[in-house]
Every structure is written in structure tokens, then in C-alpha cells.
């Protein structure tokens, strides 16, 4: 049984940066494809970035390409989304997740772990 937790959200402007991290605990670790999704009042989950258990693999979507940057540090157990140039619209609770599998995936129902999210807030 896989716990994440995330931390690092906050209230920036528009145009700032934040790092998200999610600290795992309970499995091994690198064992896990991982993922980020968010999702906003009204709105469903929708995928952001996700990251081969090797990391050598990421996959983004095309609303962040460019700007957020998914790492991970498996010796730590962590996961970790970079978000530069952040806009408005990227305000959202920010969720991660865990898969057990060597690939990540876009599909929020492949994931079997979650974490309890964190807030993101983005002024204009």
C-alpha cells in the first residue's frame, strides 16, 4: 500500500513559478510510474504530466508543455512538478499518483494511489 502526499502548492502570480512535491511511502518506490493530474471547481480531472519509473520517460499535456517539468528522485521516494510561467488558468488542486507499472499514462483510473492533493492559486 502505496501513501503520497503532496506539498508545495500556494498563491503566486501570474507568470511565477512553484515546485509541487509528493512523498511516498509504504512501497518501493521506483516501482511506480507517476503522475500528476489537477482539477478546478466544476471541472474533471485532467492529466498534467507523468513520468516513467526510471525517469527516463515523461509525457506532458499540451496546456503545461514547456512550462511545467516532472522529476523524480527515487533514492528520496519523491515526485516532483516544477511550474514556471504559471497562468490563471492553472489554478487547481494539484493531485499525484501512483501506477504500478514501468510506463506513466494519461488515464486518472490507471492510477491506484492518490494523494490528498494540494492547492495551487494563480493571480492575474
Known amino acids: 500500500q502505496v501513501q503520497l502526499v503532496e506539498s508545495g502548492g500556494g498563491l503566486v502570480q501570474a507568470g511565477g513559478s512553484l515546485r509541487l512535491s509528493c512523498a511516498a511511502s509504504?512501497?518501493?518506490?521506483?516501482?511506480?510510474?507517476m503522475g500528476w493530474f489537477r482539477q478546478s471547481p466544476g471541472k474533471e480531472r485532467e492529466f498534467v504530466a507523468t513520468?516513467?519509473?526510471?525517469?527516463?520517460?515523461?509525457y506532458y499535456a499540451n496546456s503545461v508543455k514547456g512550462r511545467f517539468t516532472i522529476s523524480r528522485d527515487n533514492a528520496k521516494g519523491t515526485v516532483y512538478l516544477q511550474m514556471n510561467s504559471l497562468k490563471p488558468e492553472d489554478t487547481a488542486v494539484y493531485y499525484c499518483?501512483?501506477?504500478?507499472?514501468?510506463?506513466?499514462?494519461?488515464?486518472?483510473?490507471?492510477?491506484?494511489?492518490w494523494g490528498q492533493g494540494t492547492q495551487v492559486t494563480v493571480s492575474s
Open positions: 509504504g512501497g518501493t518506490f521506483s516501482n511506480y510510474a
Open positions: 513520468i516513467s519509473w526510471s525517469g527516463y520517460s515523461t
Open positions: 499518483a501512483a501506477r504500478r507499472s514501468d510506463t506513466g499514462s494519461q488515464v486518472a483510473y490507471e492510477y491506484g494511489y
